[in-house]
């Protein structure tokens, strides 16, 4: 029995042992070469990458960072949040993120059917969750600005901001709504505190368009290419590169404008406020089937009413009225939508009235947009309105203030001046239209198509001033 048991142990220390025990080393050197082979694959010391953000997380991100966010982005985002609502119906958050969207989505497609939407889903947030839902608010701000509802806007940020003064965000919206109210002392200071807490693209574009306002164009173009290069998504930077080709084109750099216009559409195809951009400076270096052809583009995606009104100006320009009143009529069958979204175009009705309909019409117009909020675009147009109308002496004092430091802001605008010198030689002031005139075309030799050339032959025939002109005072 003995023997028996002590049998195995005396053939495990034998051949049989040493053969397996090999077996087993053999094994757990395979073994470990496969996990050597795995480990050697993965990155040493770092988890696995993690997964891209989905389409609708980015433009969630960009929404509440209030950056632009690309229209394939927005769309997914926006379905997302309707079926999550319709789930769960007192989700405050939820609500918010799908106004914000609307929002958003509305003003990339100059789409104002989407601004009464934004309105309930951001209300709708409010009423389940009425006490600090920051988020809504801000989102009613910048739907007012969307709407050009300055007075809106500030009520609605100024509220936010009182709720979270640190809420970055905030800030912008509330610099977009002072701007609009001519209050820029306020916009600077807004500009200041948000600088003081971030830094980054966002807040660079945002202190390039104040820049710009107060005639730093220098520090807005800086600004600019900062916060394009600075941009991490296509749609960001290609909207921060449409607004430098804006501030080009201002100064009358065509070539440069349209660099910026085309890397901008490069970058996002749904960027039509570029393409609109690229009709304006090939109009401008006089390449006109191709500005017709970038008008026509951007119109089919972006029905806005002021491109409307700049290609039918155009048409004028070459000599095709019926052309031109068909881009009229656009304009006004979108002033009309607008207005049924909620949403204010009366200063580009304004405008269009005051150059190609009823000026008298125009001046009733503007008058009452400048009783509701008096900003220096505004200033200027009902002042021209006023000259249209017969009105120049009027119509001089809201130029003057428009194109006055203190009230307006600084901006070096051809458009503002041209309309200044265009008055003051009405009423005879010809020092001082001599001035304004040639400081238009100083500033953008090519600001618009029909009016540039006006502004080339009143300067013309107002000559040189003689050797003894008498002096004329600015009015302020």
Known sequence: MENQQEGPERRESGPGRRVRTRRVLIASVAAGAVLGGVLVLLPRGRPAEPAPPSPGALAMAAVGAGVPAALP??????????????????????????????????????????????EKALRTSLAVRPERNVRALAGLAALSNARRDFPAARRWGEAALALEPRRWTTYPLLIDAYTGLGEHAAAQRTLDRLTELRSGPAVLARAAAVYRDRGRREDAAASLADAAAGARAPAERAAYLERAGQLA?????LEDALRHF????RLDPDQRAAQAGQGRALAGLGRTTEALNAYRVALAKQP??????????L???????EAARVQYDLLRERVRRATAGGADEELVLGQFEADHGDPRAAVRRLRAEWKRQPGTEVADALGWALHRSGRSEEGLRYAARATHEKHGGGVRSAVYVYHRGMIERELKRYGAARRHLAEALRINPHFSPLHAPAARAASAALGEPPDEEPPETDEK
Do not use: F, H, N
């Not at 085309?262 to 559409?265: S, Y």
């Open 304 to 313: 806005c009413p002021r491109y409307a009104l700049e290609l039918g100006e």
């Open 249 to 253: 084109w201002e100064r009358g750099d």
């Open 315 to 321: 048409y004028e320009s070459l000599g095709m009225p």
């Open 262 to 265: 085309r890397e901008a559409v």
């Open 73 to 118: 982005d927005l769309a997914e985002l926006i379905d997302e949040r309707e079926k999550r609502v319709r789930a769960r119906p007192r989700d405050a958050t939820s609500w918010a993120v799908l106004g914000a969207a609307y929002v958003e989505q509305g003003r990339r497609l100059a789409d104002p059917g989407y601004y009464p939407r934004a």
